[in-house]
Structures are given as structure tokens and as C-alpha cells.
């Protein structure tokens, strides 16, 4: 079974932190996302890859990075955690969209 | 530009009853439109989708209907059961998927 994988379901992390986020797909899908998802907001796409070494910036970029060193693993970085951080974080990967993005089952990050 | 607006954003349905979900669009760039499930606990799966060419696909109890002209596209979900009590989610893609803000579906026996 094909599978995305997020090394943690919950984290707590103080202000201020570097905070990592690490999601690996088993599948050789070129392309890696990372969503965040909000009560009322939807999924909001952070940063994306489709090659190893790249990355190109979603819809909200600001306060985060990301990077991928190896085609299955791409991680998202919390430069300096702040509250308004708090989510719920979907990594994806996907071969094409026509078949559909497979999602990990997210990190509940909470900053306090 | 770039939004997909979703409505209603929580819809509560009888057993038996058709379940509709409704999406609409500015950008006519885009040339996908997927609908995602989302079970509690679980991130979303691809349920189905249409290209801009069709006006209609039918995947079992899940159909998309879908107005170019009108740049709106909704998920019709005939015979709804309690184990489609989920949040749905439409998109639109062009390098990467924009999502809706999600309906959440509570199914009532």
C-alpha cells in the first residue's frame, strides 16, 4: 500500500523554536506539497517541489521553508515558531494529478 | 484570481437523500477539478474528477456537474449513506491544486 508518511501526529512546540516537520512518500513521486489546513480556511498550500533540490513558494510561504536533499523526503521548517502557526499540517506527493495527490494523515502542531 | 469558493460550508442530510456541494471559479486557467474526502484523523483522498471538456462524470453514487460557463462545478451525492458523513473538498488545478474551504457532511440515519 502506498503510503506518505509524517513523523509525528502531535506536536507542542514553544515561540520562538525551529520547528521540523518531516514527511517521506514510498511511491518515486517526483512531486512533494505541503498544505496546511484551518477550520473555515480549507487547505492552503505552503511550498511545493517537483524535482529534488527544488522548490517554489504556494499561497502562504511566509515564516516557513522547506527542503529536499532526496527525492522521497521533503521537510518544512518553522524558521521561528510563532502561535498563529498553530494547524494542522498535510504533506502530499502525487506522480500527476490525474492521479490524485496521496496525502499523509497530517501533524497537529500546536505553539505555545 | 486564484480562489475556489465552496458553499455550503456544513450541510446536514437524511439517509437516502442527495447530498449537493457546490464550487465556483475565476481563473479559467485551470484545467482539472478534483474532489477530495476527508475522514477524521485522515488526510484527504481523491474521490473524483473532471476535465473542463466534460459537463458531467458519474463514479458510482458520486456525480460532478460541471458549468464552463458559468465557471461553477458541484459534487452530487445520490443516496447518501452515514459512512459519507466526511468533509469534501473541490479544487482546481493548473501547476498545483487550489483548494476549497471544505463542506463538512453529517449523513443521518
Known amino acids: 500500500d502506498v503510503k506518505v508518511t509524517q513523523s509525528s501526529r502531535y506536536l507542542v512546540k514553544r515561540t520562538g523554536e525551529k520547528v521540523f516537520l518531516e514527511c517521506v512518500q514510498d511511491?518515486?513521486?517526483?512531486?512533494m506539497f505541503w498544505y496546511r489546513q484551518d477550520p473555515g480556511l480549507g487547505l492552503r498550500l505552503i511550498y511545493f517541489?517537483?524535482?529534488?533540490?527544488?522548490?517554489e513558494k504556494g499561497d502562504i510561504p511566509e515564516g516557513y521553508s522547506v527542503s529536499r536533499e532526496k527525492k522521497e523526503r521533503f521537510s518544512l521548517i518553522l524558521e521561528s515558531a510563532s502561535t498563529n502557526q498553530t494547524s494542522m499540517y498535510l504533506c502530499?506527493?502525487?506522480?500527476?494529478?490525474?492521479?490524485?495527490?496521496?496525502f499523509g494523515s497530517g501533524t497537529r502542531l500546536t505553539v505555545v | 484570481q486564484q480562489q475556489v469558493k465552496q458553499s455550503p460550508q456544513s450541510l446536514i442530510v437524511q439517509k437516502g437523500g442527495i447530498s449537493i456541494i457546490n464550487c465556483a471559479y475565476e481563473n479559467t486557467a485551470f484545467d482539472y477539478f478534483p474532489w477530495y474526502q476527508q475522514f477524521p484523523g485522515k488526510g484527504p483522498a481523491l474521490l473524483i474528477a473532471i476535465r473542463p471538456d466534460v459537463s458531467e462524470k458519474k463514479e458510482g453514487r458520486f456525480t460532478i456537474s460541471f458549468n464552463k460557463s458559468a465557471k461553477q462545478f458541484s459534487l452530487h451525492i445520490m443516496d447518501s449513506q452515514p459512512g459519507d458523513s466526511a468533509t469534501y473538498f473541490c479544487?482546481?488545478?493548473?501547476?498545483?491544486?487550489?483548494f476549497g474551504t471544505g463542506t463538512r457532511l453529517q449523513v443521518f440515519p
Open positions: 479544487a482546481a488545478h493548473t501547476d498545483k491544486l487550489i
Open positions: 517541489s517537483y524535482d529534488v533540490k527544488m522548490k
Open positions: 511511491m518515486d513521486h517526483e512531486n
Open positions: 502530499a506527493s502525487s506522480f500527476s494529478v490525474d492521479y490524485g495527490y496521496t
